[in-house]
């Protein structure tokens, strides 16, 4: 338990560096730094959790999907879930 609380930390910190070097800010990052407790998002539920827009809540997830951060799983362009790949792989593992 204790070995993959680290992981998670260290994979958190690996992002945030990601977007440093991409010079992401704001809203981008707290998304970011949120995918630990919450691997999953849509951008509904980021505008909400974070009383932005929809439009900026997708917007940054769009740009965090272009960095390879999130992924999208469900093919939709409706009702779109995307995942934190490097997240869910240490989560789910066994």
Do not use: W
């Not at 992401?24 to 505008?47: H, K, M, N, Q």
């Not at 999907?65 to 995307?82: F, H, M, Q």
């Amino acid at each position: 338990m204790v070995e993959r609380i680290e992981q998670l930390l260290a994979v958190r910190e690996e992002l945030l560096g990601v977007a440093r070097v991409n010079r992401i800010r704001g809203f981008a990052v707290d998304i970011i730094e949120d995918l630990i407790g919450y691997s999953s998002i849509t951008p509904s539920t980021a505008a909400r959790r974070h009383g932005v827009q929809y439009k900026t809540a997708n917007d940054a997830i769009k740009r965090l999907e272009t960095l390879g951060i999130l992924s999208e799983i469900t093919g939709a362009t409706y009702g779109r879930i995307y995942v934190c790949p490097r997240v869910t792989a240490i989560v789910v593992r066994p």
